[in-house]
Structure formats: structure tokens, C-alpha cells
């Protein structure tokens, strides 16, 4: 059996598939702290004859295989997480191979694989909801730096007349302080979900994501740029997104037709599971 562990700052989705990556059981855990939380887990995984696990988590974390500190979360704002052993913990509990990353990375590599970048090199995958994050596949491989990218944290252009406060306790205009879910509650006084069509709310929106994403196809040139996450549950707003990203970008750089090239994840929100599983499986594959 292969599991996997999409460790979310709201919730962990714990699932086991068999080897053909068909899905045996996935279960909800809500991320509370690290001693119940990771009980649930464990309780769940300890039913099954477990072979190799995939672990994409929230963050920051520790990449660095050559850090004392690698596979910690590191400086999270969930403060019970700050440097917990995540990885160590799981390799404590079960001899298996363990492959390791970051939330979005195992949703970008599902899409790589599976979903709306099948067949494509370079993929850029982001996620909107309580955060923003972001993970890119280069050539068919995981990018990482001296660690993984915090695309959610780039900066942008405030409007004049928003009068929203930046939710990111390090900057007063980087896109997740401006454009994640909590920013939208906070400027609005309402969830997304409940300001339906309200095309005042949408537009700022997609302007703030739209400004992003000009920045991330003039650093990285993608071959697509996939938008998942709860926010994007919004129905106008990909199209939104598409219109003020052509408006920003105004020709500069030739990217694809513009409904190929800013798309929702093919595998919804299933991305970040089959990545974990993807990646245990090649685990295996590598022995």
C-alpha cells in the first residue's frame, strides 16, 4: 500500500492507495496540535501495511537534506507546529521510504503528472485559499532553491481605494496579505463564499492575482499556470483573472492561447493526494 500525507494548516487528508494508485481510504484530520493531530494519523496509517508515503506540508519547511533541521516545519505562524519533526516523526513510526515537500509541490506534481499539465515541462502550480503558495515544475523536476519558493509572499500594487488591511504579519502588500481568503473576510466583513457575484469583490481580486501571476510568467515562462485553492472556487473569477492578466501583461511576452494558459487543476482538489502518492510510488521505484 502507498499513503499519503497532505499536511494542511486547516486540515491533513491522510490516504492509502494500492500500488496502481486506485484509493483505498482517505480521511480528514483537522490540524489542531501536533500530539492529537499526528495520533489521528498514525492511528489511521497503522491499519495498513504501509510500503512507502508521500508527505506534502504546509510551511515553511526544511528541504535542505544536507540541514540538521531538514523535513521540520520551521517558522509557521501556527505556533504549536514552529519547528516541529515532521519528517522524523513519520520515520520513526514506519520503516518505509518517504518522500518529503511542500503542499503545493505535491499539487503541482499531480497536475504534472495527471491532471492539466500532462505532457507539458513546466508547470506552475498555485494554490488561493488561506494562503498563497506556490510550486513550480521545471522540466519535469521539483524546483527548490536554497529552499522551496514562498511565491505567496512576492509583492504587488495596492489599489488606491483599498482600504483592506494586509493579513500577512511581514508585509503590507504581497499577494497573500492582500488576495488570500482571510484577506477577502477581512476587507469585505464576509467570507468569499457567501459574496457570491458582487463584481466589486471579484475584481480586486482578480487584480491582485492578475499582477502575480505577470511576475511569475516574466520570471519563470511556464508552459501554464494552473489556480487552485478555495478561493478559486469562485466561478467568475478565473475568467476575471484572465482578462485583467492580458490587460497587465499587454503583449509583452507571447504566451499560449490565455484559456490553455491560466486553467483550473484538472484533478480539483484531489491534486495535493495523488502527488503524495506519485511521489511514494516513485520512491519505490528508486530502490
Known sequence: MLAAIEAGGTKFVCTVSDAELTIVESIKINTSNPKQTMGQVFEFFDKYPIKAIGIGSFGPIDVNSRSKTYGNITTTPKVAWRDYPLLNQVKERYAVPIAFTTDVNSSAYGEYKLGAGRGLENILYL??????????????????????????????????????????????????????????????????????????????????????????????????????????????????????????????????????????????DLAGTMGCLLLAQEQLQDL
Not at 488591511?165 to 468569499?192: D, T, Y
Not at 520570471?219 to 476575471?240: A, E, Y
Open 127 to 268: 494554490t488561493i485559499g488561506t494562503g498563497i503558495g506556490g510550486g513550480y515544475i521545471s522540466h519535469g523536476q521539483v524546483y527548490s532553491g536554497v529552499s522551496h519558493p514562498e511565491m505567496g509572499h512576492i509583492l504587488i500594487q495596492k489599489e488606491k481605494d483599498d482600504e483592506g488591511q494586509s493579513m500577512c504579519p511581514f508585509h503590507e502588500n504581497c499577494v497573500e496579505g492582500l488576495a488570500a481568503g482571510p484577506a477577502i473576510e477581512n476587507r469585505w466583513g464576509q467570507k468569499g463564499i457567501e459574496l457570491g457575484q458582487n463584481a466589486q469583490v471579484w475584481k480586486l481580486e482578480a487584480n491582485y492575482l492578475a499582477q502575480a501571476l505577470v511576475t511569475y510568467t516574466v520570471s519563470l515562462r511556464p508552459d501554464i499556470i494552473i489556480l487552485g485553492g478555495g478561493v478559486m472556487h469562485q466561478p467568475s473569477l478565473l475568467g476575471l483573472i484572465q482578462e485583467e492578466f492580458q490587460r497587465l501583461l499587454n503583449g509583452y511576452v507571447e504566451i499560449p492561447a490565455l484559456k490553455s494558459y491560466i486553467v483550473k487543476p484538472v484533478l480539483g
